[in-house]
């Protein structure tokens, strides 16, 4: 539901919008890519929040 209007790195890469995919992790674990998933269900720094 949220995938497609969470502005992740990875839908951003999916829209074409990012280019660079050298640095697709999480700007806040760094340890998983940055998705709709990572970011509200397994980071362990936002899920804290």
């Known amino acids: 539901m949220l995938e497609d209007r969470v502005f992740t790195r990875q839908n951003l890469l999916r829209r074409r919008v990012v280019v ?3 640095d697709m992790s ?3 674990c760094g340890a998983l890519v940055e ?4 970011l509200f269900v397994t980071c362990v720094v ?4």
């Open 35 to 38: 998705s709709a998933d990572n």
């Open 20 to 22: 660079d995919t050298s």
């Open 46 to 49: 936002s899920s804290k929040v």
């Open 26 to 28: 999480c700007v806040y």
